[in-house]
């Protein structure tokens, strides 16, 4: 019987606002990649692409909640073995991968792509977190900020490499906000602010042709309006042609006229669907879920009495974050297009998957709280 409430215990000390939150996005997801895929329903062979969201989801919510019923801290205990693994993931896409628009980042299991990537993200922020909260380190020293930033450089260069750029935008954001609350002094941050612009030159010229023409496009929108450009003023047509109510569930000309293109409007660009077919409204019930997540998160990290805990937290705060911020910004117009999809609704197996295992980590962190 001790053994019984133990297992439950994590369960009902679960964040259940968080939970709320979470279901309600999948649930909009299903509903609005479905709507995304209409145009496109005659040509395409196999499942609709609702359905494997379904599968997918399905496959995510007892990992979901094993990983909640999980102590977190025993990952302390294996954090070689995670990071390594990461790597050599990282590592062996870019041989034995498939390409995708553009990119080497999946694995190609048959019923499912896998991409390295998104699990890297969940492995480096158990890793700083594994890292950072020794007690018996300084984290304001340089040595500990250097080490760091060596941890994250590792799979931030090999997603570059694939190219990733959207993705590798996000473990920077990731080690920053994880060294801003391990209490390292603002100079140091206007440091690591001030080199980045520093290797911004050379950061271009490691750019692929086709990533530095969508930054040209965001600059100039006219500058290649027929290719480069095409996504981003058609996802801006379809946001500002949305109003307040929407067109309706199914009815956005957009994308059932391909202007949108069906291979992206329900991964890249399932926010520009929303905003169509919902309008104003629909935008506003979707980043107020968002709102919630991030809510739930930093009370999380601010209620954890474990520094291991917090770490994660903020790291899958973090992650989240930047994730929604990047995709609803290229979306409008108000960065450039990246490839970054959008949290619990765009289209994606191995995106959709690692996105309910890092809320069950925090889940976990939440239940074990005290």
Not at 99 to 126: H, M, R
Request: glycine share 10%.
């Amino acid at each position: 019987m001790a053994d019984l409430v133990r297992l439950i215990r994590p369960v009902r000390r679960m964040d259940w606002l968080c939970l709320g939150a979470m279901l309600c996005l999948l649930g909009t997801g299903v509903v609005f990649i479905y709507s995304a895929g209409l145009g496109s329903e005659s040509a395409n062979s196999g499942l609709p692409q609702w359905i494997k969201q379904l599968i997918f989801i399905g496959l995510g919510i007892p990992a979901y909640l094993m990983l909640t019923l999980f102590d977190y801290r025993h990952f302390k205990d294996v954090i070689p073995v995670i990071y390594s693994g990461a790597i050599l993931l990282l590592i062996a896409v870019l041989f034995f991968g498939i390409t995708i628009n553009n990119a080497t980042s999946w694995f190609d299991l048959g019923f499912i792509t896998f991409q390295p990537a998104e699990v890297s993200k969940i492995a480096l922020v158990l890793t700083l977190a594994a890292y950072l909260c020794d007690p018996l380190r300084n984290t304001r020293s340089l040595k500990t900020v250097g080490i760091a930033l060596i941890l994250g450089a590792v799979p931030f260069l090999l997603i570059l490499r694939q190219p990733d750029f959207g993705t590798a935008m996000i473990l920077p954001c990731i080690i920053v906000s994880m060294l801003f609350i391990s209490g390292l002094p603002w100079k140091f941050l206007g440091m690591l602010g001030l080199l980045a612009v520093l290797t911004l030159p050379i950061a271009w010229t490691l750019l692929k042709d086709y990533q530095k023409e969508r930054i040209l496009v965001f600059f100039d929108t006219d500058h290649d309006p027929l290719d480069a450009g095409w996504n981003m003023k058609q996802s801006m047509l379809a946001v500002g042609s949305g109003g307040l109510t929407g067109k309706g569930i199914g009815q956005g000309t957009q994308n059932l006229l391909g202007f949108l293109p069906t291979t992206v409007a329900p991964t890249d660009f399932i926010f520009s669907v929303i905003a169509e077919e919902k309008g104003f409204i629909g935008s506003v019930w979707l980043i107020t879920l968002y709102s919630l997540l991030f809510i739930c998160l930093a009370r999380t990290a601010l209620r954890t009495s474990d520094p291991f805990g917090r770490y994660i937290a903020v790291g899958i705060l973090t992650m989240l974050f930047m994730h929604v911020t990047i995709n609803v910004s290229m979306t409008i117009g108000l960065m450039p297009i990246v490839g970054l999809p959008l949290p619990f609704v765009s289209y994606g197996g191995s995106f959709v998957l690692s996105m309910m295992l890092a809320l069950g980590l925090a889940q976990s962190v939440h239940a074990r709280r005290d």
